[in-house]
């Protein structure tokens, strides 16, 4: 508004207290969110958005599992693992829920590194998130193939609800697509990082905008996005 | 960070962050088709939502005969007239009013309004038109697909929306369903686009309070969108896996025709607040890009600053977050927990305040101004008149106990038609009227304009108006065919006709509109750089149409708010945004 900002007209403004300063500093500028790169302002309202798809899938599920008349399986008997002749409940979830998130933290760390232009260091932490990254994913479909050599389909499974299955395989199946695109990126990106189109500058194949390190960052935001999903999903399927 | 060098045509950004450059397009086809430029974006999204609403348009025809008609045509049954509510619902709601307002307006405004050279990522704001336009082809494909559209409402309710009685049942509703989800796709990159650009990309001098309120109902509009699609996405999801897989996510025990079904133990209700926590923000992203754009357009057109813009801004903010508080409000008779009747009520009512607010703000505005009552004027007072008028129906239908008789007959019908069918749409009318001269550089016909206006404002009236009287007299809506009612006159029946007439010449009348926008590109009077006298930024760039980059060589500075019209002592009645204060002769 006209009374905010320099220009002669404006010589004696008083700056506003209270929640007006508040409003008035956060819209007074060019940039609402000042040096911070178009790109990770983006992520974060495009994660904003991914919160709100995985909050109504899990509220979904607490719905149906609530509305069900039949009884919900027991977690701890359908994920657990028959390990030496005892069943040991969750260990695998337990793993898989290690794995991805330690792959945060080299993802941290390559972050890091990205910002001190440390290209080897860069390539090699972001091929390690990959590796973690997969490693999930590939357990993933180990837990899927076992269930559904169990008997385990969408529409139904030997324990009870129906709804287990169904919410089980799109929650779980839609989580797990997050990670494979992670993967798939983090592929990307660290190739690029590691022919230095980072350090040149160079140009991306399909937007044709310079490349630069702060696409670590933002990949890395996305990582640490789908890794705090994972502990949601983690808490209310399978320790629920 | 050290590193603040960055090529392009601008200074390096403050705080060295790394923007996205300018896309400088090497053929024909990467300038035309496959355009990263946000003003092409607008003219294909616009163009591609017009025609599909000419199509939702024929389809109201089509009802509209059949209610007036019954039995005089063979080719509407009672399972196409399904058919036809749906698509002409889902159409003009998502596919039409969604996309001209956020992918048409906003792509075009946005960028021009903030002293930006283009949106912030252009690459994903072309794949969300060509996203978009997969979408709409995947909605009209339904129509020609083994038995049709899907005939389950425009709400696609479950468990009739998937069940065998329904048309469309075995292609429309998938099909719709994929369609959905590709328009949320597609919008997400052209939502997150937008709202980055408001928020990172203007112009110096451009704070946030004085940016013109078209752009602050477009960035809240879109704010809302990306956080109300999900709902919709995860319901279109679990409904295609009912649909396709035998999940049971929505669909209760059932038997049909003697058979037990193989779903059982779902939620249906959870399927009306999935879809009602996004429709009803969605009513909103209609009714906020439109609220900004008759903002600008009354201030331009009555040569007078809006009166208490920092009042409209927190408005605009406020109805955005309660709008996502209120969604119940469409569920009053499904059998949900009458304790949350009173909650949804509650909030429901408090939401007229800031739209109040706003209403009376547009009338100070009006008040002493020097109003011209140009063709985007008249569009703009159309609106605000016909958006007081589906309010207070509003009013009526927000409170549970009046809404549980009213909200199976024509009087809802009637209500949504008016506050978020018609008021929205002539304010799309008005803004094209608005800045098509600054698309193509000439004036649209006035005479013809005006024609289009008055038909249109008046035989809205004449259609929506008998509505109420019908839905207070109890007249059913969804029904195809009335037949005999003992509470019903029959001269329920004469009203029905004559609504279908004034239905059918309001829409012969949009055909005059688009005659108008053809006949215009070739041979308007041309309009200059600011036919208007306009503030706002888009109105000064160096050349009309604006080329690429928007600016030429430098971009705009921004000294003034958007609303400086008959300051007291300048030379001319406006002053635009980014006139310097010491060209103004201040006085003493």
Redesign the interface.
Known sequence: ??D??P???HEAITPPTGWRGVA?D??????????????K??MW??L???T??F???LL?YM??RM????PWPNPSEVFALTISGRPVPLILIAIMTFILISSSGTMAMAVNFG?RRDRARTAALLLATAAFGACFVGMQAFEWSKLIAEGVR??GNPWG???F???FF?ITG?HGTHVTIGVLFLLIVARRVWRGDFDRGQRGF?????G?Y?IVEILGLYWHFVDLVWVFIFAFFYLW | MADASVGGMDAAPIGGAHDAELYHPRSWVTKYVFSQDAKVIAIQYSVTALTIGLVALVLSWLMRLQLAFPGCFDFITAESYYQYITMHGMSMVVYVLTALFLGGFGNYLIPLMVGARDMVFPYANMLSYWIYLLAVIVLAATFFVPGGPTGAGWTLYPPQAIMSGTPGRDWGIVLMLVSLMLFIAGFTMGGLNYVVTVLQGRARGMTLMRLPLTVWGILTATVMALLAFPALFVGAVMMLFDRLLGTSFFMPAIVEAGTHLRHGGGSPILWQHLFWFFGHPEVYIVALPAFGIVSDLISTHARKNIFGYRMMVWAIVVIGALSFAVWGHHMYVSGMNPTFGFFFATTTLIIAVPTAIKVYNWVLTLWRGDIHLTVPMLFALGFIVTFVNGGLTGLFLGNVVVDVPLSGTMFVVAHFHMVMGVAPILVVFGGIYHWYPKVTGRMTNDVLGKLHFWVTFLGAYAIFFPMHYLGLMGVPRRYYELGEMAFVPPSAATLNVFITVAALVVGVAQLVFVFNLVWSLFRGTPAGGNPWRATTLEWQTPQTPPAHGNWGGSLPVVYRWAYDYSVPGADQDFLPQNQPPAARTVPA
């Not at chain 1, 007074?28 to 178009?38: G, H, L, N």
């Not at chain 1, 509305?67 to 039949?70: L, N, V």
């Open positions: 508004m006209a905010i900002g220009g002669p007209l008035a956060w819209a007074s500028d060019q940039r609402a969110f000042t040096s911070v790169p178009w790109g302002v983006m309202i495009f904003l958005s991914d709100f798809i909050g109504c899938f979904s719905t149906v509305s069900t008349t039949d910002y969408p529409w609800a129906v709804q299955g169904s919410a799109m839609f399909f937007t044709s905008q310079r630069h702060e």
